[in-house]
C-alpha cells in the first residue's frame, strides 16, 4: 500500500478494516516523522481497528528516500531493500537492468544492492521480511516485475486470457502466424508473427522463459499445436498447458509419444488446461486457467478452502 503527500493511495493491507488507521500513519511519516511499526489484532482495547477474522497484522510504515522513488520511475523489474535498526532506516535500490553487476565475488560495492540484486534476480515473491540476530529488520519489495504468459494461436479464448490475465499483473504475448488473425489480438502486450515452434525458442534463447513463465497452446490443429508443445517442452517454463477437449488432449498425447517424448515429461502438460469449474464460455474459461496459475504459482491445490486446513499464506 502506497500514499503521497496530495493523499493519493494505492493498493490495500486488509480489505478496509485497518487501512484508515495506515493512511493517518503514512500522513505523520510524511509530515517528517520517523518510521513506525503498527500492530492490529482482535486485542485492540479501543475495538476500532481490531481484525474481526481474528488474524494479526503488522505494517512497517516508512518513506521512500528521492533516490530510491528515482530509481523505481520506469523500471520495468526493481527491488527495494529496507534495513531498520534501531529506529534508523536505510534503503537500497536495484533496477533489473543493473541487477547483475552486483553478482560478484571478490568486491562487492554496496552489500545491501547485493542482496537486492540477487533475491530480484532469483525470487519471484513480491516481498519477503528477515530478521538478523542484530536487531535489524529487513523488508525486500520488489516493484514492476511481471510473469510472462505465452499464448499460441488466435481465439475468443486467447483474447479472453489475456485480458484476464493482465488483471494479475502478467506480461501477456500471442504467437500467432496468420496476419489476419493475428490483427484481432487487442488484449496482449505483444503479438509475435512467426510460427510457434520458432517463436518459443527465441524467446527461451533471449531469456524470457524461465521457471516462473507460463506457455498455454490455445489452438485445436496438429501443425500449430504439436510443434509448440516440443518447443515449450525445451524451455524452463514452470507451467505448460493445452486447450481443448479429453479427446483432443488425448490425441495430442499420442503424436507426442510417437515422437518419442517421455512419459515424465509429457507430465509437465496440464492438458486440458484449467480447473474443474464447469467452464464453458472464454471468460469462464480464462477465469479456470487463471486459477489453475495462481494455485500452481503457489505450489497449492486448487481445492476449495473449505476442504483444506493450515495458514491461507505463506508467510
Known sequence: MATSESGDTAGALSGGCVDADVVLACDRVLAGGSSEVLT???????????????????????????????????????AVLTRRLAG??????????????????DTIPDPACAVAAQWLLGSRSRTE????????QTFLEAFGRRQLLVVVGSSGYTEALCAQLALLGFETVVIEPRPR????????????????????????EHGKLDAHSAIVVCT??????????????????GFIGALGSR???????????SRGVPE????????????????????????????????????????????????????
Not at 488473425?181 to 517463436?199: C, L, M, N, Q, R
Not at 479427446?247 to 509419444?257: E, F, I, M, P, V
Request: aromatic share 4%.
Open 40 to 78: 492490529f489484532g482482535v486485542d485492540d482495547n479501543d475495538g476500532t481497528s481490531g481484525l474481526v477474522c481474528g488474524g494479526v497484522i503488522t505494517v512497517w510504515v516508512h518513506e521512500l528516500t528521492p533516490s530510491v522513488a528515482v530509481a523505481l520511475t520506469g523500471a520495468t523489474g526493481a
Open 247 to 257: 479427446t483432443t488432449s488425448a490425441d495430442r498425447l499420442a503424436r507426442l509419444r
Open 129 to 136: 521480511f528477515l530478521e538478523s540476530p542484530d536487531g535489524s
Open 181 to 204: 488473425f493475428a490483427a484481432g489480438i487487442t488484449f496482449a502486450d505483444e503479438v509475435v508473427g512467426s510460427w510457434p515452434d520458432k517463436a518459443i525458442e527465441k524467446l527461451s
Open 220 to 237: 485445436h490443429d496438429p501443425k500449430f499445436d504439436e510443434p509448440a508443445l516440443l518447443a515449450a517442452l525445451g524451455t524452463p517454463a
Open 264 to 315: 515424465a515429461t509429457l507430465r509437465r502438460i496440464h492438458m486440458p488446461v484449467g480447473l474443474d469449474l464447469g467452464a464453458a464460455s472464454p471468460a469462464e474459461t480464462a477465469v479456470s486457467i487463471a486459477a489453475q496459475l495462481i494455485a500452481a504459482r503457489h505450489g497449492r491445490s486448487g481445492a476449495p478452502l473449505r476442504d483444506t486446513s493450515g495458514r491461507l499464506h505463506d508467510r
Open 88 to 105: 534508523r532506516i536505510h534503503q537500497s535500490a536495484v533496477t533489473l537492468t543493473e541487477a547483475t553487476q552486483y553478482d560478484c565475488h
